[in-house]
């Protein structure tokens, strides 16, 4: 079909919005090109999930040597090579007995298997009075109903609130917004004890277990945890008989500099869920990865009753062990830390000029900024403005894609998420860093803020 029909024929296919988009016709490295011949720095990898940027060719042929011998072997008929090695390779690079890996097609559904699991479990051990999974808010941890329940959003949960069992929050520990030191490990302990307030407001009885983002994601704009939260969730977790579970799904694949995005503090977790850049955007692929003592109850209580039809499809699997051998040979993590580093004190610099900057965050290449009406009160900009949405458009105007959301549950505060590829270099960062100044300079002036000039 000729590229105008594609532009303007009245398209079958719906997506979220209807910002009209060109047609992609190839992509490599950090770069995209549409049929006009345009480039774009795809400066959010996708929704995070091009970790070892586009066409690597190691793990084309990886996919092409899989489908030669097959493209599909249904879990119950047949064990393949490539989802065994996958598996055991995963294992690898978890904690110490996490070595119970449960494949699937994405993020959502590796987060509903950990619930699953979660809950299987405690029917197993007769503790079949623990059902609530106590989540933050805000937070992200996918779209099916299941998973929604789990979500502090309200634009993507108040629609379907009577069709699912909403669970129990606490407050994401943004010290940033309710001005707290994030360094101080009292911050940390604060955030903790109201997770202890929750299970005990509960009923430790009925609490089966508490999920988080190891560092954020949409939600929460690439929030790090303050100084001693994550050893003190887990403490609590702990006390209380309450399975801790990371959502790894978009800070796991080594995007942080480390494999798994909790790997950065001394706290394990008993199951964790991750996806998009475990597939790195090749094929749809997604882990549920827990503790050994865990999956061996669960099987013995009668099996896992939970399942989906692409589970540990030799081609998808084949294709993660390749991406993991990517990142490994390129030394990928240590990149993501360095470039990320460089990246994020270019987006500090930032805030010099835009005064509509309020906070940089993140680590690794899982950066964010936020915007803000008033950087001493952080207040945010009116929501009508739209700004993450104006600013993402400016800058996709100039051939760089972000990735934007809104911080404060959802129907306010604006901030955009910042992470290329993990093979990014520091020329690229400043390509990256133009084309946003500029973006910002437009945007400025669009909307009456200062730094336009």
């Known amino acids: 079909m000729p590229d105008d029909t594609l532009r303007n024929a009245r398209s079958c296919l719906f997506y979220q919005t209807d910002h009209p988009r060109p047609v992609l016709d190839r992509a490599e490295g ?5 049929t006009g011949g345009n480039r774009f720095i795809d400066g959010s990898s996708g929704a995070m999930v091009c970790n070892i940027g586009h066409s690597n060719p190691a793990v084309l042929a990886a996919m092409r040597a899989q489908m030669d011998r097959s493209t599909f072997g249904y879990r119950l008929h047949f064990v393949t090579e490539a989802s065994e090695a996958l598996a055991a390779r995963t294992a690898a690079l978890a904690w110490p007995g996490m070595d119970r890996v449960f494949f699937v097609s994405g993020g959502s559904e590796a987060v509903e298997s950990a619930i699953k699991l979660a809950r299987q479990y405690a029917i197993a051990i007769g503790q079949g009075t623990r059902w609530k999974v106590i989540s933050r808010s805000p937070s992200y941890h996918g779209c099916t109903l299941g998973a929604l329940a789990l979500t502090g959003y309200a634009p993507l949960t ?3 609130l009577p069709m699912m069992q909403p669970m129990p929050k606490v407050p994401a520990p943004r010290a940033w917004l309710d001005g707290l030191d994030a360094a101080d490990p009292a911050t940390g302990t604060h955030y903790a004890a109201q997770l202890e307030a929750k ?11 508490f999920i988080l983002e190891p560092v954020g994601g949409a939600s929460t704009g690439a929030l790090v945890p303050p100084a001693g939260y994550m050893e003190a969730v887990r403490k609590v977790c702990t006390r209380h008989g309450v399975l801790l579970i990371h959502d790894e799904v978009m800070s796991g694949g080594g995007r942080t500099g480390r494999f798994f995005g909790g790997q950065h503090w001394s706290a394990a977790p008993d199951i964790l869920a991750v996806s998009k850049g475990f597939g790195a955007g090749y094929v749809p692929l997604g882990a549920m990865v827990a503790q050994g003592h865990i999956v061996d109850a669960v099987l013995s209580g009668g099996g896992f009753l939970h399942g989906f039809t692409y589970a540990g499809n030799p081609l998808a699997c084949a294709t993660g062990l390749a991406v993991i051998g990517e990142i490994e040979r390129q030394n990928l993590m240590a990149n993501a830390a360095a470039t990320g580093a460089l990246l994020k004190a270019g987006l500090a610099g930032l805030m010099d000029r835009f005064p509509f900057i309020g906070d940089v965050r993140g680590t690794g290449l899982l950066l964010a900024f936020e915007l803000v009406a008033d950087r001493d009160t952080k207040q945010p900009l009116p929501p009508s403005l739209r700004a993450f949405d104006r600013l993402t458009e400016q800058a996709y105007r100039r051939g760089l894609i972000l990735y934007p959301r809104r911080s404060r549950g959802g129907y ?4 955009l998420l910042v992470a290329p590829p993990m093979i990014t270099t520091p020329a690229q960062v400043g390509e990256i860093m133009e084309k946003l100044t500029d973006a910002l300079v437009a945007f400025a002036a669009e909307c009456n803020l200062g730094g336009a000039a």
């Open 30 to 34: 950090i770069y995209m090109w549409d």
């Open 158 to 160: 108040d629609p379907f």
């Open 199 to 209: 299970i005990q407001e509960e009923g430790p009885d009925s609490v089966l277990a």
């Open 412 to 415: 306010s505060g604006d901030h």
